[in-house]
């Protein structure tokens, strides 16, 4: 078989098996969630060393017994973030939205009025960061919603969070076209509230900035910043939080700063500040089985002054 076909029937495996699992009700997909638990954490182990480390590290303050029912709320928490996006596969605009709530929408569009016709929102992995593509089924047209996203390398699995993502109108932005579809949407005047995720870790080359997070200097993507600056973009924090199981509350934020602190990535340091106090309230709810910490400042020193030697 052509690997474009295989590709096609991979995709359509995947999502068969998605939609059909997600005809289930919630009630039933929590108690498979609870059954993946078991699995991932006892048996798999899957990423447990990562996960204690990140956790330790963080929370230096914290007792080794305190960090073991973190790690092992996160890992329930992880589970059920795995059913509730398989859930998106049928799941309908009213109970979406009814499981999602979002607060300060008026703010967003109201800052889209205000500026020149972009709000940069940003994001990080936490609570269900998938939910949050909803957002733009609950914006007044002509608005738009979008987000940008890295391309997964497997094309079945791409095509299909793809198909997750988009069917509540929004657009996915693949990272590396962030700059021309922005100024496309510029130049079409589309007033447009773009996600960025950005608690991601940046390859060497795109490093520019560390900013202390979580008691350890952390390397962090400045882009969303820099092409804000260039379209005059609105910065707002989503600020997430899980009233109970099945259910997520998102808070628009407006970020502002003093006139006299705007220094060049001052904006993306702010956000560095929000998404570690919203960690701190509920820690449970971050993604700790990324590898966040890999690259060190020192290191990104060492290869700085080796290019300028060469």
């Not at 991932?40 to 305190?66: A, I, M, T």
């Not at 969070?161 to 962030?178: A, V």
Request: charged share 25%; aromatic share 16%; glycine share 6%.
């Amino acid at each position: 078989m052509k690997r474009g076909k295989w590709t096609t029937f991979k995709y359509y495996v995947i999502y068969g098996a998605s939609y059909l699992l997600s005809l289930l009700p919630f009630r039933v997909l929590y108690f498979l969630s609870d059954v993946l638990f078991g699995l991932v954490y006892h048996v798999v182990k899957y990423r447990r060393d990562v996960v204690r480390s990140n956790l330790s590290d963080s929370f230096p303050e914290k007792d080794v017994e305190e960090i073991v029912r973190i790690e092992r709320d996160f890992y329930h928490f992880f589970c059920d973030y795995v059913v509730e996006t398989l859930k998106l596969t049928s799941i309908s605009r009213k109970e979406m939205r009814r499981r999602m709530v979002f607060h300060g929408v008026d703010g967003l569009e109201q800052a889209l009025e205000e500026g020149d016709g972009f709000v940069f929102m940003y994001l990080g992995h936490y609570c269900n960061w998938e939910w949050v593509a909803s957002l733009s089924s609950v914006l007044t047209p002509p608005i738009l919603g979008a987000q940008i996203y890295h391309p997964l390398y497997d094309k079945a699995m791409d095509r299909f969070f793809l198909k997750l993502r988009n069917q509540f109108g929004g657009e996915c932005i693949p990272m590396k076209q962030t700059l021309r579809r922005i100024v496309e949407l510029k130049r079409e005047k589309q007033p447009t509230v773009i996600g960025f995720i950005s608690d991601q870790l940046p390859k060497w080359n795109s490093i520019h900035f560390f900013v202390p997070f979580l008691h350890r200097e952390t390397a962090v993507f400045t882009g969303a910043e820099q092409i804000g600056r260039q379209v005059g973009a609105v910065y707002f924090f989503a600020e997430m939080t899980r009233p109970r199981r099945g259910y997520y509350e998102c808070t628009f934020r407006r970020m502002e700063l003093p006139e006299g602190e705007r220094t060049e990535y001052a904006m993306t340091a702010l956000f560095m500040t929000l998404l570690e106090r919203m960690i701190r309230q509920a820690p449970q709810y971050w993604l700790w089985t990324h590898k966040r910490w890999k690259r060190t400042k020192e290191e990104w020193m060492q290869r700085k002054a080796q290019e300028g030697k060469g």
